[in-house]
């Protein structure tokens, strides 16, 4: 009888991870990757597109370090770039020195050195997690962002290395040439990638880096060596990483200092940690949002990172669970099945809500066209609107639209929380 | 001999300035457990904030007023900001202030822009104070030494001579036992906080005559003073003082001298290729000293995490 149980309940979790319903999403989601060509047929859309693919690939390897192992990189950016660079050396010896290597398989070369590099890297900076794991991670990308100018030979200075992506052997007539080609070689890498991470954090080596994570010294008393075992999340991570400055050098054919830099490994943290480092869908979450915001917020504002930084640093004052977290808050009240009691209150908030968002940030751009435009260049347009910057008419205006909604929205949040409190109440209302 | 002494100075310049910043990072990291990535922000501030108040009241009134705003201002992202992140936990903690980082630089670029400030030394500091074989030495360096050294003066007397700096040493290693004997320690936190930003502000105020006061500043210094601490070791202030001037010193000798890597593989006994710029050492053959210098700091900090992992004066192992 017991032993009976017992093999049900090793036998049970391999079972899970196979069943149907867990293949169902992943079948739908490489279902919907194939198909979004056929609806964004612009190659503006097909680089956004395949962009946001990479920055997916890249954030779901550093949340192997953040989310599952407990470390904070400031220099994840390192193993990306160095992907990239070996891949892209890789690419130019295919088309100088007829070395035999199809395209679709670039990606396993630069993840290898992505990897080999972690090892190698991760032997003394895994010593530790936390702060200190932090400030090695720092001097180690800065050390390395900081030969990549000096090192001419491969890094190309600071115009960079660039290649030729077509110059390989044909697969199956495909020559990725085109913008479209490169989108499935990217879709289909992202799917390989996704699917090992999310294995590779089922398999017994991460659960015990999530147990790490939470209390090492625990860990270490069942046996396991905290050390190795963060080392080799983060060997895996620099594998992942590695696929995606792969994936990188075949898109955009070029790679540059700037791919190495602190500033590439900041913004992984923050579209991460947007997203949201508590779960698996997180960062995948965290790229698209990031990704978009960037090309979209990009072209109709200069300060469109001031109002990155302040939801950054708001998101992580009160949602330190990001995108991932709100939406998770909601599964109880789901399983519950009173959801249905919170459309009310949100219905009601979205519109002061939104208009007090959009007079800030009118308020912010009003402020900045003053202070920065040129000479007598008085006219301004925000939101199709055309007036002058410099008149009291115009910030007033904003500024009593911004009171008025914010006011609203105070009054609007009490019922908000009644309402949440009454959804998360197991049992019928009082 | 008197380039040496001339390096010499220069070098305990960017030693101290640099010790301004990291003296204060300690403080906070042994007290808080939290290393405030934000710290080079502060130093921004302090620079940009003595510009704003020196085009109405002259420097002097800056070097006084831009470090209390930037300490008041420090507290209260104490008590507002990171007291709240605290429940978290230090990685939180550490995201919250490199996201603080980033807001920084780009509040100053919307209220500042992205150009270089006209902000200098004040005229009664700008002649040379002496020379050394024909090498002036500015006066207003000698005055960055001395308000460098006299900050640390002060705050050596105040940490091990008065009872405030017994409360917060205390502090440090038992907050709990202090909080129950009726000090208030978060009050003590926030004080800790405020006064190692004013500190780096005034760094700030001191350095951007000379390095300039530009958005990019922070990072500049940002890393740097990171890995310092990092050498000397977390939490450990003459670890803090000893590394400053290290990396004062190695960057500073490291761009003075032009040592070129030819001359010293030719002395070895190797010949130098014909074709040297499509030769796979090119890189190797044309490094010289002053190329190198920018990243000594960080191949140290390799080093000696490899070899002595607490840092050159922690006591706990990193």
Redesign the interface.
């Known amino acids: 009888m017991s032993t009976a149980s017992k093999t049900q309940a090793v036998s049970n979790p391999n079972r899970r991870l196979i069943s149907l319903s867990n293949l169902l999403p992943w079948a739908f989601a490489a279902l919907f990757l194939l198909c979004l060509p056929l609806i964004f047929q612009s190659s503006s859309a097909l680089t956004i597109m395949n962009q946001m693919a990479i920055t997916i690939v890249f954030a779901l390897s550093y949340n192997m370090l953040?989310g599952q192992g407990?470390m904070?990189s400031?220099g994840h950016a390192v193993y990306m770039g160095l992907g990239g660079f070996f891949a892209m050396h890789v690419m130019n010896m295919v088309e100088y020195e007829g070395l035999w290597l199809p395209l679709p398989f670039l990606p396993v070369i630069g993840g290898l050195f992505g990897m080999f590099f972690a090892f190698l890297i991760g032997s003394?900076?895994t010593?530790?997690a936390?702060?200190?794991f932090?400030?090695?991670s720092?001097?180690?990308g800065?050390?390395i962002a900081?030969?990549s100018i000096?090192?001419?030979?491969f890094f190309g200075g600071e115009e960079g290395i660039s290649g030729d992506r077509t110059m390989g052997p044909e697969v199956l007539g495909v020559d990725f040439a085109a913008q479209s080609e490169v989108y499935y070689l990217t879709v289909i890498w992202l799917l390989i990638a996704t699917v090992l991470m999310y294995l590779f954090s089922r398999t017994p080596i991460g659960r015990i880096a999530n147990a790490v994570r939470d209390n090492e010294e625990r860990a270490e008393f069942l046996g396991y060596s905290q050390r190795r075992v963060r080392w080799m999340s983060f060997i895996a991570s620099g594998f992942f990483a590695g696929i995606a400055g792969s994936l990188f050098a075949i898109n955009f054919e070029i790679l540059t200092e700037e791919n190495l830099n602190?500033a590439t490994s900041?913004s992984i943290?923050?579209i991460t940690?947007l997203g949201g480092v508590g779960f698996f869908v997180g960062p995948i979450i965290g790229a698209i949002v990031f990704t978009l915001l960037q090309t979209v917020l990009g072209l109709y504002t200069e300060?469109w990172?001031?109002y990155?930084?302040?939801l950054?640093?708001s998101c992580?004052?009160f949602f330190?669970g990001g995108f991932a977290g709100i939406i998770a808050m909601h599964r109880r009240p789901l399983a519950l099945g009173k959801l249905n009691l919170l459309f009310g209150p949100y219905l009601k908030v979205v519109i002061p809500a939104l208009t007090s968002v959009l007079s800030l940030a009118a308020i912010?751009e009003i402020s900045?066209h003053k202070?920065?435009s040129f000479g007598d260049d008085h006219e301004m347009s925000l939101y199709g609107i055309t007036f002058d910057s410099h008149g009291y008419q115009a910030l007033g205006f904003t500024i009593v639209i911004a009171a008025i909604s914010l006011f609203l929205v105070s009054r609007i949040l009490p019922s908000i929380k009644a309402a949440w409190d009454e959804a998360n109440h197991a049992g019928d209302a009082q | 001999m008197a380039l040496f002494l001339v390096n010499i100075l220069d070098g305990l310049v960017t030693g101290l300035l640099l010790f301004m910043l990291c003296s204060g990072l300690t403080l906070i990291f042994s007290m808080m457990g939290v290393l405030n990535f934000a710290h080079a922000s502060f130093y921004m501030l302090g620079a940009y904030f003595a510009y704003q108040i020196s085009t109405i009241t002259g420097f002097w009134m800056g070097l006084l007023v831009a470090p209390i705003i930037v300490g008041v201002f420090g507290a209260a992202i104490e008590r507002y900001g990171l007291r709240r992140v605290h429940k978290y936990g230090h990685v939180p903690e550490l995201i919250f202030t490199f996201g603080l980082a980033l807001l920084i630089e780009e509040v100053i670029q919307f209220f500042w822009g992205k150009s270089q400030m006209a902000y200098s030394e004040p005229e009664a500091l700008n002649f040379a104070a002496f020379a050394i074989a024909g090498n002036s030495f500015p006066a207003y360096k000698v005055f960055m030494i001395f308000v460098a050294m006299g900050l640390f003066l002060t705050l050596l007397y105040i940490l091990t001579k008065t009872r405030i700096g017994m409360t917060i040493q205390a502090a440090l290693s038992y907050p709990e036992t202090v909080q129950n004997l009726g000090h208030n320690v978060p009050l003590v936190f926030m004080g800790v906080f405020g006064v190692g930003t004013a500190m780096a502000g005034l760094a700030g105020v001191i350095a951007g005559p000379v390095l300039g006061t530009f958005p990019g500043m922070a990072v500049q210094l940002g890393s740097i003073v990171f890995v310092t601490i990092v050498i000397g070791g977390l939490g450990s202030l003459w670890g803090a003082l000893v590394a400053s001037l290290i990396i004062g010193w190695l960057q500073t000798f490291a761009a003075a001298y032009n040592v070129a890597m030819e001359d010293i593989l030719t002395a070895v006994g190797f010949t130098k290729p014909e074709n040297i710029w499509d030769h796979p050492l090119q890189d190797l053959w044309t490094l010289t000293l002053p190329q190198i210098g920018p990243i000594l700091p960080y191949l140290l900090m390799v080093f000696v995490l490899v070899l002595r992992p607490q840092g050159l004066m922690g006591k706990r192992e990193t």
């Open positions: 953040l407990g904070l400031f003394f900076s010593r530790r936390g702060t200190v932090a400030m090695i720092l001097g180690v800065e050390l900081a030969c000096i090192i001419v030979v602190l900041g943290l923050l940690f300060i990172s001031l990155l930084g302040i950054f640093v992580v004052m330190p912010l900045f202070r920065h």
